[in-house]
């Protein structure tokens, strides 16, 4: 299956970003991964965020020896295999955003950045460690948005590392509008909200 792209006419959406999913005889609706725009303000400035979302908050690696063809999402010349509890966890991924607001985020070495929460999901009685990685840039040639926050990845983790470089994500979002280098702090302990 492909995605499509959201479509606006007259400031309205006709469809969703993601094409809904069919599989095992349930349809799964992904338009709670359209994306939307964030207000953040840092030291005095405003900036708006676009957040978009991959198909990899939805889709683990496709591995024709585990998953069955009907299993294959396409998304942007890639191919993938639905994941139901990756579904299950994206649709927590709209609030996490709305309600990051001066949290810490923490930078990866891939020059992105991540936070951890503990989800729960109704068929469990524990929490899982969702671990969500994002992508943040200048928002060139758009009138809308002045920086693109882009969600790489979104998955359980639990053995993520314990120690990463802390950041506030409004301080991410500013370095990414000015094009600054950003000042990270000294490691520390990852904090699982």
Request: positive net charge; aromatic residues 12%; charged residues 30%.
């Amino acid at each position: 299956m492909a995605s499509l792209p959201s479509l606006q006419i007259n400031g309205y959406k006709t469809m969703s970003y993601f094409e809904e999913m069919h599989f095992d005889n349930t349809t799964y609706d992904l338009s709670h991964l359209d994306p939307f725009k964030l207000g953040i303000r840092f030291d005095g400035n405003a900036y708006t965020a676009l957040v978009m979302f991959s198909c990899h908050c939805f889709t683990e690696k496709f591995d024709a020896a585990r998953h069955d063809v009907r299993a294959a999402y396409e998304h942007e010349n890639e191919t993938r295999a639905f994941d139901e509890v990756r579904y299950r966890l994206s649709l927590s991924l709209p609030s996490l955003f709305r309600n990051l607001g001066n949290q810490t985020v923490y930078h990866t070495h891939k020059e992105s950045f991540f936070f951890i929460r503990n989800e729960r999901l109704p068929d469990r009685a524990d929490g899982i460690p969702y671990a969500v990685f994002f992508r943040t840039h200048r928002a060139e040639d758009r009138d809308d948005a002045d920086v693109i926050v882009r969600v790489v990845s979104a998955y359980a983790k639990p053995g993520i590392t314990r120690f990463a470089r802390p950041v506030k994500f409004p301080r991410v979002i500013d370095s990414a509008a000015r094009r600054i280098r950003l000042k990270l702090g000294p490691p520390c302990k990852v904090k699982r909200r």
